[in-house]
């Protein structure tokens, strides 16, 4: 329960100031928090440990507190916002990369084999092509079974109608979005195993964050 909260808290300052740095009082996290059952001294706690480990900056105002991300947790929050809010990655070239180490953005399908999005750079040996496409068990290991079937349990959640209060429910669909999708291979769908649900959840979890 303890890393959850101090994620939940994260993925509430990113997804409230991540355009301009702003900061949110300790009273608003509660708010969004607490119904989901995560208590005060829950909320204190991962907000110091927070603190101790570089991701938020505290400052107060009168009696209240007030919490921002600091700058570097900023800036994770900034380069994943695309994949978070935005749109699923478009079909298009993609290329093998046979080097040790995965490219930025790529997929590892074996040992010194990986997969991405975009031509190949010059400078990196494997094959660049716009009908690359993966076995079943390369899809498979790309999307497990435990990230298709936590996607099919999120959808179900999303589409359903809230068992806490909306900004909560907001909250927690939009937390486990963002854990589920960056552990997702940033590829597109069409590769994807057939009950990968990637389309109708994103739409789901977008329309759920675009609600007044």
Same mark, same amino acid.
């Given at each position: 329960?303890? *890393?959850?909260?101090?994620? #939940? ?13 702003? =900061? ?8 969004? #928090?607490? $119904?989901?059952?995560?208590? +005060? *001294? ?26 921002? %991300?600091? =700058?570097?947790? #900023?800036? *994770? ?6 994949r978070i809010y935005g ?18 953005g790529a997929a590892t ?15 990196? +040996? ?9 076995? $079943?068990? *390369? ?6 079974? $435990? ?6 349990? %999120? ?5 359903? +109608? ?17 854990? %589920?999708?960056?552990?997702? $291979?940033?590829? +597109? ?11 109708? #959840? ?11």
């Amino acid at each position: 329960m303890a *890393q959850r909260t101090w994620s #939940l808290i994260v993925t509430l300052l990113g997804d409230r100031t991540r355009h301009d740095g702003s =900061a949110v009082s300790g009273q608003d996290i509660a708010a969004a #928090l607490e $119904p989901a059952g995560i208590t +005060p *001294q829950a909320i204190r706690t991962a907000l110091h440990r927070l603190r101790a480990d570089g991701w938020i900056e505290t400052t107060r105002d009168g009696r209240a507190s007030l919490h921002r %991300l600091s =700058a570097s947790a #900023l800036a *994770q929050t900034r380069a994943a916002a695309p994949r978070i809010y935005g749109p699923a990655p478009a079909p298009g070239p993609l290329h093998l990369a046979l080097t040790e180490a995965p490219p930025p953005g790529a997929a590892t399908l074996a040992p010194g084999l990986h997969v991405a999005r975009g031509p190949r750079p010059a400078a990196t +040996p494997g094959l660049t092509g716009t009908d690359l496409r993966l076995t $079943p068990a *390369q899809a498979a290991s790309l999307w497990p079974r $435990p990230l298709r079937r936590d996607a099919k349990a %999120l959808l179900a959640r999303a589409a359903a +109608p809230p068992d806490s209060p909306p900004e909560t429910h907001r909250l927690l669909v939009l937390h486990d979005w963002r854990r %589920l999708v960056l552990r997702a $291979p940033d590829l +597109p769908d069409a590769l994807a195993p057939a009950d990968w649900p990637g389309d109708a #959840l994103r739409r789901a979890v977008h329309a759920l964050l675009a609600a007044p």
